[in-house]
């Protein structure tokens, strides 16, 4: 007798339960390292449980960030490199709580893909799970999702969510007035910003990602583009504990300098701002030289160096930047606040160095 013929399965759709089930299994002890106060929770829960009372705040406001890679995931995707992209996940998030004085808490991710490779996966999320440590957040869990025809084989893409807390008086920013001063923290490089210019440079030079970085001979380009985004939190929640003068900080991320400082500056404030006073990393030079991309375009798309911008009141500011270097960063004095009720919120003067 003729055997009925199998029915469909998932597996036959292009999605395999199997698959998602070993990545569990081999994401779960990155999980673990990422345990905090208030969170010490296993993965495979319908959603993640964090106890703020046991994180030890007072009177607590919470504040939420969300945000991608951007098209360097294509970058990961096709130079096979995949370790670093989930670090810039995680600090494209945090780096949005932290100025607003946040501690972040907890960290959720979103995994896409055209076919679920576990390997591939796990090491995402393992580049998710160092990011969380680096932040002193835990990965409360997360989703991974196997689409097939809607993303292509092999592609995947990011999303993250981190949560925060920050007590009711310590809530950032705190009112920017005239005279105030600003000072650039380094950034990596490009961080996740402007990747689909710095796509179209390499491609129209023609160059591979095997290819030796034209800036960073000891290394591939694609390794070197690669290098992940700035974690800022722990060195930034340590400064302001120790000094009271911070009054505001700006993550410079897309839009750069003109978009991003204006953000945290109240109504009538603004900031003049010394191009020539901070040192400008190889990569930029590259680029700009390359593509032959104006001054103007490059301040307005990458962090050109500076990552974070923090504003200190104009009478502690020498306090500000002793704190800032004792907690290990290398602040420069970039500009000022300035009476802005006409005109042009940001200044830009003297030259970039590019």
């Known amino acids: 007798m ?32 990422t345990r905090r106060a208030g969170a010490d929770g296993e993965i495979g829960g319908f959603g993640g449980v964090f106890d703020l009372k046991a994180a030890g705040f007072s009177d607590p406001l919470l504040v939420a960030a969300n945000d991608g890679v951007g098209t360097k995931v294509k970058i990961a995707i096709e130079s096979g490199l995949h370790g670093t992209v989930g670090v810039d996940l995680v600090a494209m998030c945090v780096n949005d709580l932290i100025v607003q004085g946040a501690e ?29 440590v680096q932040a002193g957040c835990a990965l409360l869990g997360g989703e991974t999702a196997e689409m097939p025809g809607l993303y292509a084989r092999n592609d995947f893409d ?21 005279g105030d001063v600003a000072f650039g923290l380094p950034s990596s490089g490009l961080h996740s910003n402007g990747f689909s210019l710095v796509r179209k440079v390499v ?126 960063e290398h602040p420069v004095r970039i500009g000022q606040a300035i009476d802005a009720s006409e005109g042009e919120r940001v200044l830009m003067q003297g030259a970039l160095g590019l």
Request: hydrophobic fraction near 45%.
């Open 104 to 132: 972040p808490l907890f960290f959720l991710d979103y995994y896409a893909t055209g076919k679920l490779d576990p390997k591939v996966a796990a090491a995402v999320v393992k580049g998710v799970s160092d990011g969380c």
């Open 203 to 328: 491609k129209d030079m023609g160059l591979s990602w095997n290819a030796t970085a034209p800036y960073a001979p000891e290394m591939t380009l694609a390794r070197a583009l690669l290098e992940p985004t700035r974690i800022y939190v722990k060195p930034l929640l340590a400064a302001l504990k120790r000094t009271p003068h911070i009054r505001a900080m700006a993550h410079i991320t897309g839009g750069g300098f003109p978009e991003n400082l204006p953000r945290v500056l109240p109504k009538g404030v603004g900031v003049a701002l010394d191009l020539s006073t901070f040192a400008v990393p190889r990569v930029f030079k590259w680029l700009a030289k390359t593509g032959e991309i104006e001054a103007s375009e490059m301040l307005r798309t990458f962090n050109c160096g500076v990552g974070m911008v923090v504003f200190a009141s104009r009478e502690g500011a020498d306090e500000a930047e002793k704190v800032l270097r004792d907690v290990g």
């Open 2 to 33: 003729q055997e009925k013929a199998r029915g469909l399965s998932y597996s036959d759709a292009g999605v395999d339960i199997d698959a998602g089930n070993r990545l569990v299994d081999m994401i779960r002890p990155f999980v673990r390292a």
């Open 158 to 178: 990011l999303a993250g969510f981190a949560v925060g807390a920050v007590d009711r008086r310590a809530l950032l920013p705190r009112p920017v007035l005239p």
